[in-house]
């Protein structure tokens, strides 16, 4: 097997610790183990997460909800290894029998902590195994590799386990035709796409705020791309980032999905990792600052809106699009 470009996460900034020879930012290294000789069969890599599952009484598309990552991982494999087999699975309980069939010296990439496998069993079986961990913390998994979206959290993780291999895997942008029109001059709210629940102090300060206290709209039942992609196409809202509470990591699946539909972005500060990368790809502000700073962009003209949109979009997809 042959590595045919170099290093597609080069376009960013090398991450490494203090008194450590070892990038955050590489992937070539995972797979060096499967360069074979031409008689040897190459190793398959699935890609796997989980079908569906019930959120309350909401029923969870996985394959919508990962897709930013797995994409990514498709999209920089394909073009790394050329001759590698990449398969694309989802499973529900009742598949997973399809965890014994992986072969030795497979490598299996999988998303979200739902029906994850039994990491421990297919290690021993010869099965190279990655998680990646699409939620903002960092717990242990016992997979060889874990990968993070996260540039803090990829720190933070290196910092708190120096023995486990972690590593920084950025979602890339998302081509796609479904994007936001500022120059329809739609009715324009703030949108929090997500539970304000989980973030109630700064949820009361919003509802407070005059400023936003009317317009900020939670919107919590897009779990498919059809409904997304219809909430998305042809509106003129502005969206809103809020971290959970007690998590301050800059959530890149949903923040470069939006940036994908060409949306303008108010979001909290996060943490200097994670904004600095953002920093000229939406707004971040200070939590007593949003309701002023949203109050600013719904009375700026859709012209002026649409070029603002224009210049995240196009700033977003030259620096996401070589991932």
Known sequence: MSVNTPNLLSRFELLTLPNSKRPILNTHSTFEFVKKSPKVKPPVIHIGTIDHYYYGDQLINGYFLFKPAILSI?????V??????????????????????????????WIGHRLKP???????????????????????????????YSKYLCKKYIKENPNKIIKFFPISFEDNKNKL?????????????????????????????????NDIIEVYNLWNDKDFN?????????????????????PSFRINKLLSHKSIIISEHT???????????LYFCDIDKIGKLYHE????????????????YDRFKTKFSQI
């Open 181 to 213: 029109n500022y120059l329809l001059n739609n009715e324009r709210k703030l949108i929090f796409l997500g539970s304000l629940d989980l973030r109630e102090e700064k949820k009361a300060k919003l509802l407070t705020d005059p400023n936003t206290q």
């Open 118 to 148: 039994n990491f421990h069993s297919l290690k021993k079986r010869g099965v190279y195994t990655i998680y990646y961990n699409p939620e903002p913390d960092t717990t242990i998994y016992a997979s060889n590799e874990i990968w993070t």
């Open 271 to 281: 943490n200097k990792l994670d904004d600095k990368m953002y920093e000229d790809l």
């Open 230 to 250: 219809s909430f998305m196409n042809n509106k003129s809202h502005i969206f809103l980032n809020l971290t959970k509470d007690g998590t301050n990591a800059l």
């Open 74 to 78: 498709i999209k920089c494999l394909k």
């Open 297 to 312: 962009l719904k009375n700026k003209t859709p012209v002026e809106l649409q070029e603002i949109a224009n210049q995240f």
């Open 80 to 109: 790394r290894y050329k001759d590698v087999v990449i398969k694309y699975i989802s499973l529900n309980q009742e598949d997973k029998e399809y965890f014994n069939n992986i072969q030795k010296q497979d490598i299996l990439i």
